[in-house]
């Protein structure tokens, strides 16, 4: 498609609960890219992919938080036991390479009550 | 470690105003800058973005930014808002590295009064 699709648009889970976003980028982008978005402003980066090799991780919380991207499926973004401090917008973004712009999907709130 | 930092916080102006937001990241090197908008309820979508040449680049909506490199700046200006201007503004630096992420600033909360 012509834009970043991520479902689904809001997710609620208890705190404990696990919780699973998806993503599915731009057709013909190589690179997929999350962010975290607490309290409307701090993005963080999480994690990037490269096809389905992990491009870099060094934002991610190693304990609960796992992605992949898996060939002809969309990505996911799973978090195992979720915490109070997990309630945030997850964007996902998608490129055609290094160094190209990347596009931003609408995001995905996740509130843990 | 990139940072980057965002003057103010919330800046609230009338319809036909001026606006500046100040930007500043450090990193040494080769960078990318970016301004992002985020309208109320909405995603993320790209004003502008600095990769090389011309310093003073033009983005949609009659938005402009000035790289300056000796500052460490990446100024986001408009000459006249408008009310559809009400927004949160994030400005962004990528290395040029190509390690890819994109580290963004707390973002500026722009109010317009009519």
């Known amino acids: 498609g012509e834009e970043v699709a991520q479902t689904p648009k809001h997710l609620v889970r208890g705190e404990g609960q696990k919780a699973k976003l998806y993503c599915a980028p731009i057709k013909g982008h190589s690179y997929v890219f999350w962010y975290q978005q607490v309290l409307k402003n701090e993005f963080k980066f999480l994690i990037s992919f490269q096809n389905e090799n992990v491009f870099d991780e060094t934002g991610m919380p190693k304990e609960r938080f796992s992605a992949k991207c898996l060939p002809n499926s969309p990505c996911s973004l799973e978090i195992q036991a979720t915490k109070l401090e997990d309630s945030a917008v997850y964007f996902c973004a998608s490129s055609q390479g290094p160094g190209r712009e990347q596009y931003f999907g609408p995001g995905t709130r996740l509130t843990v009550t | 470690a990139q940072s980057v930092s965002q003057h103010n916080h919330h800046v609230i102006l009338s319809e036909a105003a001026s606006l500046e937001l100040g930007c500043n990241y450090s990193y040494g090197g080769t960078v990318n800058l970016f301004w992002y908008v985020q309208y109320p309820g909405q995603h993320l979508q790209l004003l502008l973005k600095y990769f090389s040449g011309d310093p003073l680049v033009k983005g949609i909506k009659g938005f402009e930014a000035e790289f300056i490199k000796s500052k460490f700046s990446f100024n986001l200006r408009k000459p006249s808002v408008q009310w559809s201007d009400t927004a949160e503004y994030f400005c962004?630096?990528?290395?040029?590295?190509?390690?890819?992420?994109?580290?963004f600033g707390k973002g500026t909360r722009l109010h317009i009064l009519p």
């Open positions: 962004a630096v990528r290395s040029g590295n190509r390690d890819d992420k994109i580290i």
